[in-house]
Nanobody
């Protein structure tokens, strides 16, 4: 059983930064495709970023490319999402996810395990 626990969300002003963490148990983060998704009120869940299992290739949504960075710490079995230059439109619940597939993907349906989410609110 894989458990994912997100933390690091909060309230920040536009232009500010936050770092989200996703602590994994039951699976090592370097053996799974890891991803971040977000869901704003009244909107569908959308892909934010992913990092491949074997070669750490990173993938980003166009809306966050150049501002967000995904990374992982093998020793802590944790994946991070560094978010810089935050905008009000980044406001959402952010979810960490893990996939049994090794293929880099943006599709939520390819991810098997999900965290409970952490709220990020960016004020203008």
């Amino acid at each position: 059983q894989v458990a994912l626990v997100e933390s690091g969300g909060g309230l920040v002003q536009a232009g500010g930064s936050l770092r989200l963490s996703c602590a994994a148990s039951g699976r090592t983060v370097n053996s799974a495709l890891m991803g971040w998704f977000r869901q704003a009120p009244g909107k569908e869940r959308e892909f934010v970023s992913a990092i491949s299992a074997r070669d750490s290739i990173e993938l980003y949504a166009d809306s966050v490319a150049g501002r967000f960075t995904i990374s992982r710490d093998y020793a802590k079995n944790t994946v991070y999402l560094q978010m810089n230059s935050l905008k009000p439109e980044d406001t959402a619940v952010y979810y960490c996810a893990a996939s049994d597939t090794y293929t880099l993907t943006r599709r939520a349906s390819d991810f098997n395990y999900w965290g409970q989410g952490t709220q990020v609110t960016v004020s203008s």
